[in-house]
């Protein structure tokens, strides 16, 4: 089964404290992103990776890191998390211009 | 520019009532994919359907069935006979050109009542 598995769900921390995000995908895709969710700005693109080592920054990719070291996981970090940061995260990834699969999603709040 | 405009924010409909969601978009590309996406309430995000801007046909599956129009930009989604199950925010998104970004509308949250 196609899957798009983000970890953790839920994900309560501190200003400053940094965290990861993880992504990975079982379906050999070499697109990837990662977008978040916020209510009345729907959801933005915060990075993207066209295969391995290649990554690039989509609309709102200040305060993120993203690498891509193999095909398969495509992490989000937050160095120093700031509570403007507190959203809902999705991973997501596609092959050519087929649907993007998503992950579950992941609840951030910094407080 | 690129954009995807869904003009209703909320519906509330009965339940087997008929339901109809809009999608205007923009773009300059000839070539181009239209999205539906469900986010019901636990979250996910769930394909929908895929429409590229060569096929005009419309696509039936079940009670959802999409109609595309070029000619007005639109690609509305149409709920037959809605169920309680169906609620949900239902996005309409689009990829043109060579850029593999999605363009995201507002999405349109649905609610279907008993």
């Known amino acids: 089964e196609a899957q798009v598995t983000q970890n953790p769900r839920y994900l309560i921390t501190v200003t400053g404290k940094k965290l990861t995000v993880t992504c990975s995908q079982n379906?050999?895709?070499?697109?990837m992103s990662w977008y978040r969710q916020d209510p009345g700005l729907g959801l933005r693109q915060i990075y993207y990776?066209?295969?391995?080592?290649?990554?690039d920054k989509g609309d709102v990719p200040e305060g993120y890191k993203v690498s891509r070291k193999e095909k398969r996981n495509f992490p989000l970090i937050l160095e120093s998390p700031s509570p403007n940061q507190t959203s809902l995260y999705f991973c997501?990834?596609?092959?050519?211009?087929?649907?993007?699969?998503f992950g579950n999603g992941t609840r951030l709040t910094v407080t | 520019a690129q954009k995807v405009t869904q003009a209703q924010t909320e519906i509330s409909v009965v339940e087997k009532e008929d339901v109809t969601l809009d999608c205007v978009y923009e773009?300059?590309?000839?070539?181009?994919?239209l999205f539906w996406y469900k986010q019901p309430p636990s979250g996910e995000l769930v394909f929908l359907i895929r429409?590229?801007?060569?096929d005009e046909q419309n696509e039936i599956s079940g009670r959802y069935s999409w109609n595309f129009q070029k000619s007005t930009s639109s690609f509305n989604f149409t709920i037959t006979a809605s169920q309680v199950v169906d609620s949900a925010v239902y996005f309409c998104?689009?990829?043109?050109?060579?850029?593999?970004?999605?363009?995201w509308g507002l999405g349109t949250s649905l609610a279907v009542n008993p």
């Open positions: 997501a990834a596609g092959q050519g211009l087929s649907a993007l699969h």
């Open positions: 379906m050999n895709h070499e697109y």
């Open positions: 990776s066209m295969n391995v080592e290649v990554t």
């Open positions: 773009t300059r590309d000839t070539t181009y994919y």
């Open positions: 429409r590229n801007s060569f």
């Open positions: 998104a689009l990829i043109s050109g060579n850029n593999r970004k999605l363009i």
